[in-house]
């Protein structure tokens, strides 16, 4: 076995030691190694003489062969060589491009294997993060048929050598991988990128080079409602010029089908971010309409909508079975976005409070509730941490809150501020399981207790996952 050995000064009493200690691995050499678990990536993990690899596309129980790209002090990187024995749970990916694409990271998993990892996922981190040991985890709601579920997708496109780019980007690199069609997004938008890519050809459009921030196509996006069929389709340009926009607008509305909206999405900023601010509809509405249950939405290219339509109205019937209203509570909805968790607690609430930041949001979130004539419902824009105070100086009380905060969760501020108006059940919604546990740790020690999760299967084929959470104040 090849190693190496390093010296490593640690502090200890103010005294420093010179410990030696053997790295087992060594970069650009191979390895025979088994995978014993899976890490939060969904990669295969495994142990060379108790040294930690990491090996994407690998699973549990398989004995592969690996070369090491990638060491530090406690784990390196292997990339998968040779399969020497294969897991029951391995399948053969749909897609084509899927070992360089970077959409989706566990297609090469049985569906039913990917729920499990899922829900261990999530019970690992709430034991390991969150000190939780008596929290009933249930097994994750997956989806009848887990492809072709996105209802929004973005695409950036290039022009490399004379080839149109037009897909996702590769795993942690910004190298686009050209794609025909995509398994989890709408069908739709798989003929919306062939007729582009026929657009920039003929038309020689010039694609964005994010190094020099020339050209003026950034990204395509598409949006399709999923109950009510109409689709939308965005072109984000870098500056107000759009060389051939008729005849692109022609080529659009002769082939897709349910087309209702097209639009061009302005910016020009140098940045990461994919929408600017300023949007111009060249063709159409401005908006798009679809359902979650049975409260209508209109949807701009701005709007912060669920891109699985499906699993949204699994996740929000699942937070308003959790908040266990009976008809009289006033609920506090913070992270409130559109309204559209608001809407559902409307249903059986007496009064809900809507709080969100951003005040676009808060002016979809009122539109929205006129729209499906809900008048039990108030949204207020600012700082929930500054909100909460004040509302409870007004005399309000929060029977329930509910939270659903971005991916980095809550911050301790805001989770004393919701414990300060003395609910009697919190509802969490987390996109993240190890923020998720983080909290609930919190909450736990602010006298809440994290009584059952419910993990949704919102992004099959990925690691990713959400979970509702009942929290109950302890007696």
């Not at 950034?218 to 870098?238: P, Q």
């Not at 008729?246 to 509305?253: A, V």
């Not at 602010?446 to 509702?468: N, R, S, W």
Request: net charge negative; aromatic share 6%.
């Amino acid at each position: 076995m090849k190693s190496r050995s390093k010296t490593m000064k640690r502090e200890t009493e103010g005294k420093t030691e010179i410990e030696n200690y053997v790295i087992p691995v060594k970069k650009n050499e191979d390895y025979e190694m088994t995978i014993d678990n899976m890490g939060y990536d969904g990669e295969g993990v495994g142990k060379i003489d108790n040294f930690t690899i990491f090996v994407a596309g690998a699973i549990i129980g398989e004995r592969v062969i690996v070369k090491i790209v990638k060491v530090s002090k406690k784990f390196a990187f292997g990339k998968l060589l040779e399969i020497i024995e294969k897991s029951i749970d391995r399948v053969e990916p749909v897609c084509n491009i899927y070992k360089n694409c970077g959409g989706c990271n566990i297609q090469h998993i049985d569906y039913d294997a990917q729920l499990d990892f899922k829900t261990n996922r999530v019970i690992q981190v709430i034991n390991r993060i969150g000190k939780l040991d008596d929290v009933i985890v249930h097994p994750t709601i997956g989806m009848e048929s887990p492809y072709n579920y996105r209802n929004k997708v973005q695409l950036p496109a290039s022009n490399m050598n004379g080839e149109v780019r037009i897909g996702f980007y590769a795993a942690r690199s910004h190298d686009i991988i050209n794609m025909e069609n995509c398994h989890i997004q709408d069908s739709v938008a798989d003929l919306v990128v062939k007729l582009t890519r026929m657009w920039i050809k003929e038309f020689n459009i010039e694609s964005y080079n994010e190094e020099n921030h020339q050209g003026i196509l950034r990204h395509i996006m598409i949006r399709k409602g999923i109950k009510t069929g109409e689709v939308m389709v965005v072109l984000v340009t870098n500056g107000n010029n759009l060389p051939h926009k008729e005849e692109f607008i022609t080529l659009i509305c002769k082939k897709i089908k349910g087309l209702v909206s097209i639009v061009q999405n302005i910016n020009t900023d140098k940045t990461n971010v994919i929408l600017g601010a300023q949007c111009l509809t060249l063709w159409g509405k401005d908006t798009i309409t679809d359902y979650i249950s049975d409260f209508k939405f209109e949807v701009s290219p701005l709007s912060f909508f669920q891109v699985n339509s499906i699993q949204t109205e699994v996740l929000y019937n699942k937070a308003l079975e959790y908040a266990n209203l009976s008809g009289g509570e006033a609920v506090l909805d913070v992270y409130c976005g559109t309204g559209t968790i608001s809407l559902f607690l409307s249903q059986k609430a007496k009064k809900v409070y809507g709080v969100e930041i951003v005040p676009q949001a808060i002016e979809n979130a009122i539109k929205n509730a006129k729209e499906n004539k809900i008048d039990n419902a108030e949204f207020i824009v600012g700082d929930a941490e500054k909100i909460i105070p004040e509302l409870i100086d007004k005399g309000v009380k929060a029977d329930v809150v509910v939270v659903d905060p971005p991916r980095k969760g809550c911050d301790k501020s805001l989770l004393e501020a919701i414990c300060s108006m003395n609910p009697k059940n919190i509802v969490y919604v987390s996109c993240d399981p190890g923020t998720l546990a983080r909290d609930l740790g919190i909450l736990d020690e602010l006298g809440y207790k994290t009584l059952e999760i419910q993990p949704v299967d919102m992004f099959p084929q990925t690691a990713h996952v959400e979970c509702v959470v009942r929290i109950e104040k302890k007696l």
